[in-house]
C-alpha cells in the first residue's frame, strides 16, 4: 500500500483530482511547520504496526495481499526511516461515479487501515500518513455523495466518514487482535511476510457485526 508517513509516497489512483494532491501537499507542508521535522519520524515498530494494519483492514474487506514487508531507508531532511510496502494483486483502483458505495467504504477503510494500526498501539505521530488520510476521505466522500440522503456540508462529510471509515477500521483490528499480533511479529522477525505464512495468518481474519 504505502511506505509508511512519508510524504508524497502513496500510490494515488489515476485521474486524482489536482485539488486533492495540492490539499496533501499542503496538510504536510502545514504540518511541518508547526510540528517539525520529528511529526514525520516513523520507527521500525511504526512502519511494522502500519503495514499490519493494511493488511488485516484489506483482508476483512476481501482483498488479501500477496506480501507485505518493511524496509529502512536514508531520506533527505529525515534521516533513516522505516517504512513498507503491501502487494496486492490487482494494483489498480479507482473511485468515481460509477463505483459502488461499498467498493469505496471499503477501500478508504483499506487506505486507512495503516494509521489505525499505528493508532491503536499508540504510536502515530502528528505527520502520520497524511497522504493516506486525505485519500481516505476523499474516497469516503465519494461514496457519501451517491447516499440518498447527502448533504454536502463538511460536518456531514466528517461524521459519515468518522462512522462509517475509521471507526469501522479501528473496530476491524481490535477485532482480530490475535492475526494482528501474529502478523506483527512475523514482520519483526522477518521484515517479509507472504506466500503460506501470509495465508495462514489472513485466514484467521473474522468479519466485524454489521
Given at each position: 500500500m504505502s511506505t509508511g508517513n512519508l510524504p508524497y509516497e502513496f500510490a494515488l489512483p489515476k485521474g486524482t483530482p489536482p485539488e486533492l494532491i495540492t490539499a496533501i501537499k499542503n496538510t504536510v507542508r502545514d504540518t511541518f511547520n508547526r510540528h517539525g521535522a520529528a511529526?514525520?519520524?516513523?520507527?521500525?515498530?511504526?512502519?511494522?504496526?502500519?503495514?499490519?494494519?493494511?493488511?488485516?483492514v484489506a483482508a476483512h474487506?476481501?482483498?488479501?495481499?500477496?506480501s507485505v514487508r518493511v524496509f529502512s531507508r536514508t531520506v533527505p531532511l529525515f534521516g533513516n526511516v522505516w517504512g513498507g510496502w503491501c502487494a496486492e494483486k490487482d494494483?489498480?483502483?479507482?473511485?468515481?461515479?460509477?463505483?459502488?458505495?461499498?467498493?469505496?467504504?471499503s477501500r478508504a477503510r483499506i487506505i486507512i487501515g495503516g494509521l489505525a494500526g499505528e493508532?491503536?498501539?499508540?504510536?502515530?505521530?502528528?505527520?502520520?500518513?497524511?497522504?493516506?488520510l486525505l485519500l481516505s476521505?476523499?474516497?469516503?466522500?465519494?461514496?457519501?455523495?451517491?447516499l440518498d440522503d447527502y448533504t454536502p456540508t463538511d460536518e456531514y462529510?466528517?461524521?459519515?466518514?468518522?462512522?462509517?471509515?475509521w471507526k469501522v477500521a479501528f473496530e476491524?483490528?481490535?477485532?482480530?487482535?490475535?492475526?494482528?499480533?501474529?502478523?506483527?511479529?512475523?514482520?519483526?522477525?522477518?521484515?517479509?511476510?507472504?506466500?503460506?505464512?501470509?495465508?495462514?495468518?489472513?485466514?484467521?481474519?473474522?468479519?466485524?457485526?454489521?
Open positions: 511529526a514525520f519520524e516513523m520507527s521500525r515498530d511504526a512502519a511494522i504496526l502500519h503495514e499490519t494494519g493494511h493488511t488485516i474487506e476481501g482483498v488479501n495481499f500477496q494494483k489498480e483502483w479507482t473511485t468515481g461515479p460509477d463505483t459502488s458505495i461499498e467498493s469505496d467504504l493508532v491503536v498501539c499508540g504510536l502515530d505521530k502528528p505527520g502520520s500518513s497524511l497522504d493516506e476521505q476523499f474516497v469516503g466522500l465519494n461514496a457519501a455523495k451517491k462529510n466528517g461524521r459519515f466518514w468518522n462512522e462509517r471509515v476491524i483490528l481490535v477485532h482480530n487482535s490475535e492475526p494482528f499480533k501474529r502478523l506483527a511479529k512475523h514482520l519483526d522477525q522477518h521484515e517479509t511476510v507472504n506466500g503460506g505464512k501470509l495465508h495462514a495468518i489472513l485466514a484467521q481474519v473474522r468479519r466485524i457485526a454489521p
